[in-house]
């Protein structure tokens, strides 16, 4: 994010690839229509079912915990779909499950009255120094650092990029415009809490 966190996604699948891997064969090893091929088939589909709900109760915590906390979001539009073609890039960027992140994040925005937005992919947001607005040319995936060669500013790439993300979506390079601290009337703020705690079938604390 623009304030420098990082948020660490559980990555269900890549978590339990060899238990998955295990199951595939069993299944393929099984005669289709009998007995143990359907048993095999249940236990793969159980094993998928249990990666969604891991993946989106944490979608889930992670889209509310940023629209109680913000009252601006702006996202940078990626295109999904043709990256998931690049196999080297596919299963970790579904595993993570990014087009669903972003439609919780746009409903819960427009149902607690949020200012979303998003930019175009085009954008050079991980290019361009959040600094001095120098771009640095392209660069590799494997490259998570990097100096700014005009103004000798050392950048994280993911950071650099979330603050020029901010940056184009109009908000100002101010302490909000970074991630400060926003506003929020209190009833607005009650009702995301509340409705943060439901969906983890707890009660709120008393005050």
Not at 57 to 72: M, R
Not at 95 to 119: C, H, M, N, P, S
Not at 164 to 177: C, D, F, K, P, Y
Request: glycine content about 8%; proline content about 2%; some cysteine.
């Amino acid at each position: 994010m623009s304030d420098g966190t990082k948020v660490d996604a559980p990555k269900p699948l890549k978590k339990r690839i060899k238990k998955y891997r295990k199951l595939s064969k069993s299944l393929s090893n099984k005669t289709r229509g009998s007995n143990r091929y359907e048993k095999a088939r249940l236990r793969i589909a159980k094993f998928h079912a249990k990666l969604k709900d891991t993946r989106t109760d944490f979608l889930h915590k992670l889209s509310t915990k940023i629209i109680c906390e913000n009252q601006t979001i702006v996202l940078e539009d990626l295109n999904v779909s043709g990256m998931v073609k690049n196999r080297k890039l596919s299963r970790a960027i579904s595993d993570l499950g990014w087009r669903q992140f972003r439609t919780l994040l746009e409903g819960k925005a427009e149902k607690y009255g949020r200012d979303f937005r998003v930019i175009s992919r085009w954008e050079a947001t991980s290019q361009t120094c959040s600094c001095c607005g120098f771009k640095g040319g392209k660069l590799e995936l494997s490259v998570r650092e990097w100096e700014c060669l005009n103004c000798g500013a050392k950048h994280d790439r993911d950071e650099n990029a979330a603050i020029n993300i901010l940056v184009a979506g109009g908000q100002s390079e101010t302490l909000n415009g970074r991630g400060g601290k926003r506003k929020t009337t209190a009833k607005v703020a009650a009702a995301c809490v509340s409705d943060s705690y439901a969906k983890q079938n707890v009660n709120p604390p008393r005050s």
